[in-house]
């Protein structure tokens, strides 16, 4: 079984919420199954979230290239396309 991080065994440093927030939305839209682990420290006290590093290593490869749109709205959109282009192909048969 490959390694499981968290964003700050990735980074070195704490991640915070709103960064937590997008690579979780990211890994629903990826299908991808995480672990949690509970942490206590002074700055924080409760559950976070474990990726492999091969998914934090592609979620910040794909921020990179879409500069922090919002992923649900990427996914949408490429369901749409996806949609739009079964329904060009609809062949009619003699």
């Given at each position: 079984?490959?390694e499981?991080?968290?964003?700050?065994?990735y980074l070195?440093y704490?991640?915070?919420?709103?960064?937590?927030q997008?690579?979780?939305?990211?890994?629903?839209?990826?299908?991808v199954?995480?672990?949690?682990?509970?942490?206590?420290n002074p700055?924080y006290?409760?559950?976070?979230?474990?990726?492999?590093r091969?998914?934090?290593?592609?979620y910040?490869?794909v921020e990179?290239?879409f500069?922090g749109?919002?992923?649900?709205e990427i996914?949408t959109?490429?369901?749409?396309?996806?949609?739009?282009?079964a329904a060009?192909?609809?062949v009619?048969v003699f």
């Amino acid at each position: 079984m490959e390694e499981m991080l968290s964003l700050f065994d990735y980074l070195g440093y704490a991640a915070g919420h709103e960064l937590g927030q997008n690579v979780a939305e990211y890994a629903k839209i990826r299908k991808v199954i995480g672990g949690v682990r509970s942490v206590s420290n002074p700055k924080y006290k409760g559950p976070v979230m474990l990726y492999t590093r091969e998914f934090i290593d592609e979620y910040f490869a794909v921020e990179k290239l879409f500069n922090g749109k919002d992923y649900t709205e990427i996914n949408t959109e490429l369901a749409e396309d996806s949609f739009k282009a079964a329904a060009v192909e609809t062949v009619t048969v003699f």
